[in-house]
């Protein structure tokens, strides 16, 4: 990092840039959680299925995200590629329990329960629920993250 750069950080004038990657399954709401982070003049009206991945950025008061969101059918290899990656890094993971508006939902404990979550040692992780459609439960999830991520060292 430059001079200049490391200047503009310390006034505050550039944030620090960190990268997300949003794994889920199809038609879980990822497209729409990431669109509803952005500031309203950016949102889009109308949501269409990602084809392969799709690369969003939105800011928080401190960070700048860019956020590389994989369809779930390309997942598996991904997911493969990238769990080889991160596996001994100590990354934080923000679980959605999202469509919590949803009749038979159930509760973001009991998904928890039901996905292991507990065993993972070894990275910092959380669970929020959510309903993107309204906007609920996001902020709660990214300002852990946003926490999680000023106190990595990079
Ligand atoms: N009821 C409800 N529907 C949602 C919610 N989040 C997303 N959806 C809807 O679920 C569908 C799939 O959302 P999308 O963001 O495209 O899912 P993706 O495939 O994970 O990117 C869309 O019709 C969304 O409007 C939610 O919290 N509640
Ligand atoms: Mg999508």
Same mark, same amino acid.
């Given at each position: 990092m430059g001079l200049f750069d490391k200047l503009a950080g310390w006034l505050g004038l550039k944030k620090k840039e960190v990268h997300v990657l949003c794994l889920g399954?199809?038609?879980?709401?990822?497209?729409?959680?990431?669109?509803?982070?952005?500031?309203?003049n950016a949102q889009t009206q109308d949501i269409v299925p990602t084809?392969?991945?799709?690369?969003?950025?939105? /800011?928080?008061?401190?960070?700048?995200?860019?956020?590389?969101?994989?369809?779930?059918?390309?997942? +598996?290899?991904?997911?493969?590629? &990238? +769990? +080889?990656? &991160?596996?001994?890094?100590?990354?934080?993971?923000?679980?959605?329990?999202?469509?919590?508006?949803?009749? =038979?939902a159930i509760s973001s404990v009991k998904v928890s329960q039901l996905l292991s979550l507990e065993?993972? /040692?070894? /990275?910092?992780?959380? &669970?929020?629920?959510? =309903?993107?459609?309204k906007g609920e439960g996001l902020q709660e999830g990214v300002d852990w993250l946003q926490d999680q991520m000023q106190a990595m060292k990079t």
């Open positions: 399954l199809d038609n879980s709401g990822k497209t729409t959680i990431i669109n509803k982070l952005k500031p309203s084809i392969g991945f799709s690369i969003e950025k939105f /800011k928080t008061s401190s960070l700048s995200f860019t956020v590389l969101i994989c369809q779930a059918k390309a997942d +598996t290899e991904t997911s493969g590629n &990238i +769990t +080889t990656n &991160i596996k001994h890094r100590r990354l934080p993971i923000l679980f959605f329990a999202n469509k919590m508006d949803l009749r =038979d065993n993972i /040692k070894d /990275k910092p992780w959380h &669970i929020c629920a959510s =309903d993107a459609l």
